[in-house]
């Protein structure tokens, strides 16, 4: 991971932040298909889980799972653990915490006989309005290098929510 950096941030409100992390992933995934590079290499919430089917891992977040689902290609008795141990936690999503979640998966993987459920947040040190972001540094100068005009203009607005947090 050459010129990556990896950084905890936090917000006050997790919807403005979601909503203005989606505007410049969205700028960066345009940039990126015009010129490569993509400066953002992941972002992960204090509430995002990944599970394993047979595709690889796929990450959502809590509260997500009826949508998720529906593309987790794992057999019906499986799904069914899952969604019990899922509206289990989003009954208790007030005063859900990183600790409990770390336990419910934990619990999920045991329930389960094997390990499909990943929970990184836990690791990570991250809490509620918390979350861990990889910054391509080399791709941030790339793009900075090649870009003008209203691409210019698209990349500094994505940089600039960006500053609001790292």
Same mark, same amino acid.
Request: hydrophobic residues 40%.
């Given at each position: ?18 909503? /203005? ?7 960066? %995934?345009?940039?990126? %298909? ?10 992960? $919430? ?25 593309? &987790?290609? &794992? /057999? ?10 899922? /509206?289990?936690?989003? %009954?208790?999503?007030?005063? $859900? %915490? ?12 045991e329930a ?10 836990y690791s990570?040190? &991250? ?15 790339? &793009? ?6 209203? /691409?210019?203009?698209?990349f500094e ?5 960006? $500053?609001?947090?790292?």
């Open positions: 991971m050459a010129g990556t950096v990896s950084k905890i941030i936090q917000f006050r409100d997790e919807e403005e932040f979601l909503a /203005d992390m989606d505007e410049a992933l969205e700028a960066f %995934s345009y940039l990126a %298909s015009k010129y490569g590079h993509n400066p953002v290499e992941g972002i992960l $919430l204090w509430d995002y889980v990944g599970i394993q089917d047979e595709d690889g891992i796929k990450i959502f977040r809590i509260g997500e799972f009826p949508y998720v689902e529906g593309v &987790l290609k &794992l /057999d019906l008795e499986t799904i069914r653990t899952l969604e019990r141990y899922f /509206d289990e936690m989003e %009954s208790r999503w007030d005063e $859900l %915490s990183v600790e409990e979640i770390n336990y419910f998966v934990e619990m999920m993987n389960l006989g094997r390990e499909l459920v990943y929970y990184e947040a990570l040190g &991250l809490d509620r309005n918390t979350a861990y972001i990889i910054l391509n540094i080399a791709n941030i100068h790339y &793009l900075e290098g090649v870009l003008d005009g209203s /691409d210019r203009e698209v607005r994505a940089v600039e929510i960006l $500053l609001q947090y790292v």
